[in-house]
Nanobody
């Protein structure tokens, strides 16, 4: 069974940038629908962005649209480029994958595979 491993989190000042990576352990994930979610302390896990298996379509939460960019390469890695970061972006960020192409891709329950999460902290 494959695994997802996130990296790239850290501490950054407001207005700064970070790039998160999600590395898949098996090539099978290259055909999967994938997404990024985040969870702040005391809050529910929320959708951030999603991308189809070939990168042809992307979707974003309104709160990050225009600031974050999701992408994936031909191997096994998905990325989340985060610009103009705000303190409210502070959370643990998770990557997720599913073999389906879900209509309700904003619902974390439709994803079967999850990474362990990477902390992003934005200071004001």
């Amino acid at each position: 069974q494959g695994q997802l491993v996130e990296s790239g989190g850290g501490l950054v000042q407001a207005g700064g940038s970070l790039r998160l990576s999600c590395a898949a352990s098996v090539r099978t994930f290259g055909t999967y629908f994938m997404g990024w979610f985040r969870q702040a302390p005391g809050k529910e896990r929320e959708f951030v962005a999603a991308i189809t298996w070939n990168g042809g379509r992307t979707n974003y939460a309104d709160s990050v649209k225009g600031r974050f960019t999701i992408s994936r390469d031909d191997s096994r890695t998905m990325y989340l480029r985060m610009n103009s970061l705000k303190p409210e972006d502070t959370a643990v960020y998770y990557c997720a994958a599913t073999a389906l192409t879900p209509a309700n891709y904003r619902d974390y329950n439709v994803y079967n595979y999850w990474g362990q999460g990477t902390q992003v902290t934005v200071s004001s």
